[in-house]
């Protein structure tokens, strides 16, 4: 058995939802809550920690029986066992997709003949020792003193991914400070330098190439910066690196001991199970980097083993292809109810548009269906003062996830009533608007219909946030495997790398003016 590389729009499933569509596409919500007061209990999922409520999506419980025949024309569950066992499933890379491996408790794993758990295990035992010294100081700079500060310089998946766990986590952090540098945007760097002292700060250089050039300037510019102050000698204390090309990082002048390793079937975007999360581990303990992964491998089982009607990045999944597709829409809101959870977005648009955001299938055609969403957002309530304008009265069709939390971390009860209130209401006037009352004021009148999922957690922990972020990790591979595409490969990022490359140098040169706006640029600068 391998991944299905079926076009979707050819089997029978997707010719009956198409013929469900036409039935549906002008019922509107208010109607079937109206029609069904049971719709909630009967379109909810409950999990660990988790509810999350499907009933305000625009479908019926015969939409998900087609979407469930769909993803089984697709062998959907045979492909979800495959994703956690050795597989080639980004195969235009030729390389196996297994972050799932990192969180695992399994004691086998075999990649090219290989267990990699031992691995993964020293590892951890590496992180887990450095970090404790770190964090309790018996580890110190070259002055003696002990570690206040921590920057992560990594762009894309090497900074991304660890910056929205360390950041919603925040309510956990120790005394260490942590700080991510990603753009190549000198001004930036130059704002984080003068907030550290280079005396007590620890730079993890963190990139699986090692070749990626945003992360070697910085790198190359902190060094120089440290080495003003520093000797040579002080680079072995406050450099580390995390990444898959340990001769590079030598290059580079970090010692072996101080590489943290991390593997070809890690894909960068979903890498912060790896060592790439060490800043994680520095800025909240080793024990709760644990429970992070323990939340996440409790979404791997439960992804492994619930029914697709049960199962929720499945249902997510599906609600995600029924709107860009029968819908025809391609956007689509998160708005998570947190302040911790200010990052959610912009690391989310990374995963899901790098990842699905493709035009080829696996078959190598042009795929004339849509595959990837338009992913954006904000924490709420702000983004109700901000953008939901548009959701609300606007002519084009949105759909949104609602994320809250049950518990506000520091117990104050009254503002979180309020903040629940709010994304309460919201997915409320979305779904039914001002349907059923009289307004007479044009202006005044909510279309309603807007469809939304709600996914309400306890509370915001370690192990909840792993298990939030598996559930979207594993809709990815979902949408994808049912749009046939591959969504571990990110050629699309190239061109542009390239083209910079060409002008960097041509900016250099100052007789060479191809446009009217690096003309501009020379002149002004
Ligand atoms: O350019 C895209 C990308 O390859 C991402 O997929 C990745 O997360 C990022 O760059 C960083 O790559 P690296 O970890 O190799 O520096």
């Not at 599906?318 to 689509?332: A, D, E, G, K």
Request: charged share 20%; proline share 2%.
């Amino acid at each position: 058995m391998n991944f299905s590389r079926k076009n979707p729009t050819k089997t029978d499933s997707w010719k009956k939802l198409s013929e469900h569509y036409e039935q549906l596409k002008k019922v509107h919500l208010y109607d079937m809550f109206a029609d069904n007061p049971d719709r909630e209990i009967q379109m909810s999922v409950a999990f660990g920690d988790f509810f999350v409520d499907f009933s305000k999506n625009r479908w019926t419980s015969e939409t998900v029986k087609l979407f469930s025949d769909l993803a089984r024309e697709l062998n959907l569950k045979e492909s979800i066992s495959l994703f956690f066992k050795e597989n080639k499933l980004n195969f235009t890379e030729n390389r196996a997709v297994l972050h799932t491996a990192l969180r695992s408790s399994e004691d086998e794993i075999i990649v090219n003949g290989e267990n990699i758990v031992p691995q993964i295990k020293s590892v951890n035992t590496k992180i887990q020792k450095f970090t404790q010294k770190i964090i309790s100081g018996t580890q110190k700079g070259y002055t003696g003193k002990a570690f206040t500060d921590i920057v992560n310089v990594g762009i894309g998946g090497s900074s991304l991914g660890p910056k929205v766990v360390c950041n919603a986590l925040k309510h956990y952090k120790n005394h260490l400070n942590t700080h991510y540098v990603s753009n190549i945007d000198g001004d930036e760097l130059e704002e984080i330098l003068q907030l550290v002292n280079p005396e007590t700060t620890l730079f993890v250089i963190v990139s699986k190439s090692f070749t990626t050039s945003e992360t070697l300037q910085n790198a190359n510019s902190i060094k120089n910066w440290f080495l003003k102050q520093a000797p040579n000698s002080a680079v072995k204390q406050h450099f580390i690196a995390v990444s898959a090309n340990s001769n590079k990082v030598n290059d580079f002048g970090i010692d072996s001991d101080n590489i943290f390793p991390m593997w070809d079937w890690v894909g960068g975007r979903f890498s912060l199970w790896s060592a790439v999360g060490i800043s994680v581990a520095l800025s909240i303990g080793y024990d709760n980097f644990r429970a992070l992964l323990k939340g996440a491998e409790k979404v791997d089982r439960h992804f492994k083993l619930a029914s697709f009607s049960e199962n929720i990045p499945v249902l997510m999944a599906f609600t995600s292809v029924w709107y860009s597709n029968f819908f025809s829409t391609t956007q689509h809101a998160i708005i998570p109810y947190s302040y911790y959870l200010e990052d959610f977005v912009p690391y989310l648009k990374q995963s899901f548009m790098e990842s699905n955001g493709k035009c080829v299938d696996r078959n190598g055609e042009t795929i004339t269906y849509k595959t990837g969403s338009v992913l954006f957002g904000g924490v709420g309530s702000n983004a109700q003062h901000a953008f939901m304008q548009l959701f609300h009265q606007g002519t084009s069709l949105i759909s949104t996830d609602f994320i809250g939390f049950c518990n506000s971390l520091h117990g104050n009860n009254e503002h979180q009533d309020v903040l629940m209130a709010n994304m309460f209401a919201q997915a409320k006037a979305l779904a039914f608007g001002t349907k059923g009352k009289k307004v007479e004021n044009p202006y005044k009148q909510f279309k309603g219909n807007s469809p939304s999922t709600t996914l309400l957690i306890k509370k915001l922990s370690p192990e909840n946030l792993g298990a939030l972020l598996a559930i979207y990790e594993h809709k990815i591979f979902v949408e994808g495997l049912l749009l046939n595409i591959n969504s571990f490969d990110q050629f699309g990022v190239e061109l542009g790398k390239e083209l910079s490359r060409s002008y960097i140098n041509s900016l250099k040169d100052s007789s060479y003016k191809e446009s009217l706006g690096m003309q501009f640029y020379k002149n002004n600068k």
